[in-house]
């Protein structure tokens, strides 16, 4: 492994476009990782295509419409006996863009959206209507009023952060990525 990866990652990691579930995955190496905006570079070792998204490195508009494609369940394929994983599409606005502060003292920027991800969603590309990327989903917040007669009262809260493909993209070019 190599002295900039840390050893405490998956030693099996797959992909698989939206548009392939069921077939075969792709096999991806770790390149690069950054702990504290929890993110990590991987490359396709042999990619079944060389299509591509496009990272937007400046500043989306607070309110702008904004959309999500990930797989945070899945189920088991009872021919495989694999996990085949669900696509799940999410929408909703950007409601904010603002720096947060991190237990390493650093300020770091995030994009919130006024809509609730599925758990296991981090990792998930957050897309506009051109199907740029704007940013990668880490962490939601929601809030629930309470239960009563298992009937809930109130509104819900809801929140998605996601770091900024501007800082995906320089990570990238920090480990000699052409973005």
Same mark, same amino acid.
């Given at each position: 492994?190599?002295?900039? %990866? @840390? ?26 990782? +950054? ?15 060389? %299509? ?15 959309? *999500?494609?990930?797989? @945070?369940?899945?189920? %088991? ?7 085949? @994983? ?6 909703? !606005? ?11 003292? #650093?300020?770091?920027? !995030? ?6 991800? !599925?758990?296991? *969603?981090?990792?998930? @590309?957050?897309?506009? #209507?051109?199907?740029? %990327? ?8 929601? #809030?629930?009023?309470?239960?009563? +007669? ?9 929140? *998605? ?19």
């Amino acid at each position: 492994m190599r002295a900039d %990866v @840390p050893d405490a990652c998956q030693e099996n990691l797959e992909v698989i476009r939206a548009t392939e579930i069921g077939r075969a995955r792709e096999k991806v190496a770790l390149i690069a990782m +950054d702990p504290i905006r929890d993110l990590a570079l991987l490359r396709i070792e042999r990619p079944r295509s060389n %299509v591509h998204v496009k990272l937007i490195e400046s500043a989306v508009l607070v309110g702008t419409e904004a959309g *999500s494609i990930g797989f @945070p369940m899945s189920e %088991v394929n009872e021919r495989s006996l694999q996990f085949d @994983p669900i696509l799940r599409f999410q929408g909703g !606005y950007i409601s904010s863009f603002h720096s947060l502060p991190h237990e390493s003292g #650093e300020n770091l920027p !995030y994009y919130e959206t006024d809509t609730l991800m !599925y758990s296991g *969603s981090s990792g998930c @590309p957050g897309f506009l #209507e051109d199907a740029s %990327v704007f940013g990668m989903h880490v962490a939601s917040m929601h #809030e629930w009023k309470t239960l009563i +007669d298992s009937k809930m009262l109130g509104d819900r809260a809801a929140i *998605s952060f996601w770091v900024p493909s501007a800082d995906i993209a320089s990570l990238a070019r920090s480990k000699g990525i052409r973005v």
